[in-house]
């Protein structure tokens, strides 16, 4: 027998914990027959409610459920690569508590795998039931990743991600500590299969996510897989140069053939005010990737368990 870990991260979510399970095990007859047998894992991410006693109790009702629980929140990134590390199936899936994931479209993923793929991914067609404007900020950093990063970012894609044994130690071989995962799957590469379905909305509970918190992961994604804000930083920089140049130019000009009465004072004002402005602005992104350096050398742990299966 082979096996399925299905990777579940879970923060505050006490009411989806024993619903998922539910869920996704209705699809064990359709693994067993398959000759895989499932496990799920899920990962506590400091909770402060009564997720891991939940989880407790599924684990004393069936040794299939295994966890590990954060000795603090990590974020949802932490999780996930606490669950890679830790899955011991021949096949690993990620997917939400929330059941965001549709569980029904496991049977399908697998024998997209069994067609010799190396990984079925996921993405919703569609983002019903959001707020409108999270979905607008969502798409305008999908089409700037599209520009700005080699990188291939899918619009609408899932976290939610059917792999082989092989796709999952490429991923672990990425030890970055500034981890954004939808970049890390388009950066391994491996034969995928996309599968499209419309927007479930949440089960129960609420979005962990509120504006500012996407607004810094997303900054996250940009720094982590494209370089091209430094390389528009530095073109300003000569923009700005070649517009000196020109205006000294047309000072010396306007002198020699007009003399030199004094006026200008608020254009020259305003002029100072704007270069100091793109300088802070270039300084600041370039504060952004030393930032993700520092963090970076300093090689603290991704994720911290206090316990664990
Ligand atoms: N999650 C997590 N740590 C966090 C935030 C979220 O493990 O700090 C988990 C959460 O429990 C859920 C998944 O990540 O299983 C997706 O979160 P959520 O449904 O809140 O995000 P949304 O679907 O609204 O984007
Ligand atoms: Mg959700």
């Not at 006490?14 to 398959?34: A, P, T």
């Not at 059917?162 to 954004?180: H, K, W």
């Not at 390389?231 to 140069?241: D, E, M, R, T, Y």
Request: aromatic residues 14%; glycine residues 8%; contains cysteine.
């Amino acid at each position: 027998m082979s096996l399925l870990t299905v990777i579940c991260p879970c923060y505050n979510e006490e009411e989806s914990v024993g619903l998922f399970y539910q869920e996704v095990m209705k699809n064990q007859d359709f693994f067993r027959g398959k000759g895989v047998e499932m496990e799920i894992l899920f990962i506590d991410d400091g909770s402060g409610d009564k997720t891991l006693a939940e989880i407790k109790k599924l684990r004393a009702e069936d040794q299939r459920v295994r966890y590990v629980s954060f000795s603090r929140n990590f974020g949802k990134e932490a999780a996930m690569y606490a669950g890679l590390e830790k899955a011991k199936g021949d096949y690993v899936v990620i997917m939400d508590v929330d059941l965001q994931d549709p569980p029904h479209l496991l049977p399908e993923m697998f024998s997209c795998l069994e067609q010799g793929y190396d990984s079925v991914a996921t993405r919703r067609v569609n983002r019903k039931g959001e707020p409108v404007i999270r979905s607008f900020f969502a798409r305008m950093f999908y089409k700037l990743m599209k520009r700005i990063s080699k990188t291939e970012i899918v619009d609408g894609a899932r976290d939610y991600r059917l792999m082989t044994r092989q796709m999952v130690d490429a991923i672990l071989s990425m030890g970055e500590y500034n981890r954004f995962t939808k970049g890390i799957y388009g950066w391994v590469g491996f034969r995928t299969k996309w599968l499209e379905f419309e927007n479930v909305e949440r089960a129960k509970g609420e979005t962990k996510w509120n504006f500012w918190k996407l607004l810094v992961y997303s900054i996250e994604g940009i720094t982590a897989f494209s370089t091209a804000p430094l390389s528009i930083s530095a073109f300003v920089g000569v923009l700005f140069c070649l517009l000196a140049f020109i205006m000294i130019i047309f000072i010396i000009v306007r002198k020699l053939i007009f003399g030199d009465p004094v006026s200008g004072w608020p254009s020259m004002v305003c002029i100072i005010l704007m270069t100091s402005g793109v300088q802070f602005f270039c300084t600041g992104i370039l504060g952004q990737y030393l930032a993700k350096t520092y963090l970076e050398v300093k090689r603290r742990p991704i994720y911290l368990a206090k316990e664990e299966t």
